[in-house]
């Protein structure tokens, strides 16, 4: 990986390449479409850029070559009578990141299990909730209140032998659990009651949830809902190109973990430890271990 900063001298929209010149060479730089699509409006000539780059050589033939990937920016702005104009900076979006989490008042750590699909294709097969955990906090982060629950599919009783393999429960504690209903509204309740925002790892949670709601004709959560993603935030201020697993995030503030159950209580647990030390990180009070981040960017 290597820093550099230089002026953009032209930008290939079809194949994402821009051609960087900085004090001692001109640098070919392939961008990664996501970053491309993100940051296209900024990324014109005579902008300077800084961003980490990767060289690497691919083997094809007749002749090898390198290949040079813009793996992060850093900031993109242009010259100005005044001193720069700053389209984008990313210390900018850590400072109001910070911002962010620090207004986010009352909290909702929230994590579901999911029936798995069979590995023989069944394309009736939906997958459902069966298990629901969370943590409330206070703005404070002292909790109030933890929740822990079983839920019983409505479409598909019997939990496929994918789902027995992944998830550390049986078809008993499925059996023996709550109707979807019962927990949708308990969750409505609880929201209404303390209007908090609710903190998941991915998105996967807040779909389900909209999925769950019109399997079983309920209405769905609120548009006015706040869910908040901490892994998006996580690659947004870390500048990660691949997503962080929940495992290796808790890792990342110090905690250790053997191997991750599966439980959706635990999950939420480790989702609040990892909201706090990424509060603390921000805050300057957590240090980090930076070997994880540097095995996803």
């Known amino acids: 990986m290597m820093r550099i900063q230089g002026t953009i001298l032209s930008v290939d929209e079809l194949t994402r390449e821009i051609v960087i010149a900085t004090r ?3 640098w070919h730089v392939v961008v990664q479409r996501s970053a491309f699509n993100q940051y296209y409006n900024f990324l014109e000539p005579g902008h300077t850029i800084v961003g980490d780059i990767k060289v690497t050589r691919v083997l094809r033939p007749p002749i090898p070559k390198l290949r040079v990937t813009l793996t992060h920016i850093f900031q993109i702005h242009r010259p100005h009578p005044r ?8 210390h900018h979006v850590q400072k109001q990141t910070g911002r962010f989490i620090n207004k986010l008042g009352m909290k909702l750590f929230l994590d579901l299990e999911m029936s798995m699909h069979p590995y023989k294709i069944d394309k009736q097969f939906v997958q459902e909730v069966i298990q629901a955990g969370y943590v409330l906090t206070d703005a404070e982060g002292n909790v109030v209140k933890r929740y822990s629950a079983f839920i019983r599919p409505t479409r598909h009783r019997k939990l496929t032998h994918r789902t027995l393999k992944f998830l550390d429960l049986t078809q008993a504690d499925v059996d023996s659990g709550i109707p979807y209903t019962d927990f949708h509204q308990h969750l409505h309740a609880l929201i209404d009651a303390y209007h908090p925002a609710i903190i998941v790892w991915g998105m996967n949670d807040a779909i389900a949830l909209r999925e769950g709601a019109d399997i079983n004709s309920l209405p769905r959560l ?7 993603n901490l892994l998006k935030l996580h690659k947004n201020y870390f500048g990660l190109k691949d997503d962080l697993g929940l495992a290796n995030a808790f890792k990342l503030y110090g905690h250790q973990i053997d191997s991750q159950r599966h439980d959706a209580l635990e999950d939420a ?9 990424f509060q603390g990180h921000m805050n300057g009070t957590v240090s980090i271990d930076r070997t994880i981040l540097n095995k996803v960017k």
């Not at 609120?222 to 908040?228: G, I, L």
């Not at 647990?269 to 030390?277: A, C, K, S």
């Open 24 to 26: 001692k060479r001109h």
């Open 83 to 90: 001193g720069r104009l700053v389209f984008y900076s990313h």
């Open 222 to 228: 609120p548009k006015r809902t706040r869910f908040v």
């Open 269 to 277: 647990e480790m989702t609040r430890l990892i909201f706090e030390g």
